[in-house]
């Protein structure tokens, strides 16, 4: 009977080992999954806060872009004004010259014409 049942029991021994042995391999496969997942977690949250630093940077490069199209906006704006003023004074200086003119016509005619 020993001889019958003692290889199957050292083959139960073997197969129990075996077992232990997986089991543990299993455990262990089980921790480096979830190393492996707590390490993407904060992979993947440091890259969130860089890709949120690099929008808030973008974003106050936009918001200082769009500042300055105000303020060039604002300057042509008063550039306008102040060409429509020369602009102004151009033709009133040409209409004194011309009336200027016109009055040493007259004044030659008047002199010269008698």
Sequence with gaps: MREEIGPKLNK????RTRYVEFQGIERELEHCKQIHLA??????????KKME????????KIDSKLEDIAAGEEKIK??????DELIKKKETVWFLVFVVFNCIIDLYKFYFAS
């Design 12 to 15: 139960l021994k073997e197969e």
């Design 39 to 48: 390490w993407k977690y904060v992979t993947t949250s440091n890259n969130s």
């Design 78 to 83: 008063d550039l306008e004004v102040k060409y």
């Design 53 to 60: 630093e690099n929008v808030k940077i973008v974003q106050n």
